[in-house]
Nanobody, 119 residues
Framework: QVQLVESGGGLVQAGGSLRLSCVASGRRFNINAMGWYRQAPGKQRELVATTTSSGGTNYADSVKGRFTISRDNAKNTVYLQMNSLKPDDTAVYYC?????????????WGQGTQVTVSS
């Protein structure tokens, strides 16, 4: 279906910034929403931010005002700009793309990129 490759993770001090990128390939024309999720050790995967093909966005309360999701349809890329990072933001961040076909809706996931915020 759709292949997703993330980049941009790393180690940063609290208060710093990182920008994650996710490039989609494959059946890109069927992509509806794209977004970012994260999973910290011992915790469930949680939504960070999503954006629809029409430009609508949705954020977790914990990142509102600090993170910004954007999408470049020409480059088949979605970005997550993360500012004012906190140690609680430490997690593996996964890119997600929802593909809509006649047979249904399908979630596609990237391999994940590690973000570590030191105090």
């Amino acid at each position: 279906q759709v292949q997703l490759v993330e980049s941009g993770g790393g180690l940063v001090q609290a208060g710093g910034s990182l920008r994650l990128s996710c490039v989609a390939s494959g059946r890109r024309f069927n992509i509806n929403a794209m977004g970012w999720y994260r999973q910290a050790p011992g915790k469930q995967r949680e939504l960070v931010a999503t954006t629809t093909s029409s430009g609508g966005t949705n954020y977790a309360d914990s990142v509102k005002g600090r993170f910004t999701i954007s999408r470049d349809n020409a480059k088949n890329t979605v970005y997550l700009q993360m500012n004012s990072l906190k140690p609680d933001d430490t997690a593996v961040y996964y890119c997600n793309a929802v593909v809509v076909l006649a047979s249904g809706r399908y979630n596609n996931w990237g391999q994940g990129t590690q973000v570590t915020v030191s105090s």
